[in-house]
Nanobody
Framework: QVQLVESGGGLVRPGGSLRLSCAAS????????MAWYRQAPGKQRELVAS???????NYADSVKGRLTISRDNAKNTVYLQMNSLKPEDTAVYYC?????????????WGQGTQVTVSS
């Protein structure tokens, strides 16, 4: 029943901007830490940005100052505003939702959206 759907990816020139969205069909969205990961072909999936239930943001050093994560709990949606994009940002970007319940860790992933930065 849990579903995360990413959108907003595409082809953009270096220095350009995109905004990714992740629509979450999930109960108690506001209780989840939300995050964006990315994975390029042949590389490990890496954490790009996260935002806690209280709105605290964390970023990979490589994207600080260029990417901004935000959430709208009323819409069950998390965003990734991507500015000053570089070719090395090219990857599939995945939305993640995670929380610790009374017993288990709950961890969910979207299918991903392709971002390609190229001239």
């Amino acid at each position: 029943q849990v579903q995360l759907v990413e959108s907003g990816g595409g082809l953009v020139r270096p220095g350009g901007s995109l905004r990714l969205s992740c629509a979450a069909s999930i109960s108690a969205f506001s209780m989840y830490t939300m995050a964006w990961y990315r994975q390029a072909p042949g590389k490990q999936r890496e954490l790009v940005a996260s935002i806690t239930t209280g709105g605290t943001q964390n970023y990979a050093d490589s994207v600080k100052g260029r990417l901004t994560i935000s959430r709208d709990n009323a819409k069950n949606t998390v965003y990734l505003q991507m500015n000053s994009l570089k070719p090395e940002d090219t990857a599939v970007y995945y939305c993640n939702a995670a929380r610790i319940a009374f017993g288990p860790l709950l961890n969910y992933w979207g299918q991903g959206t392709q971002v390609t930065v190229s001239s």
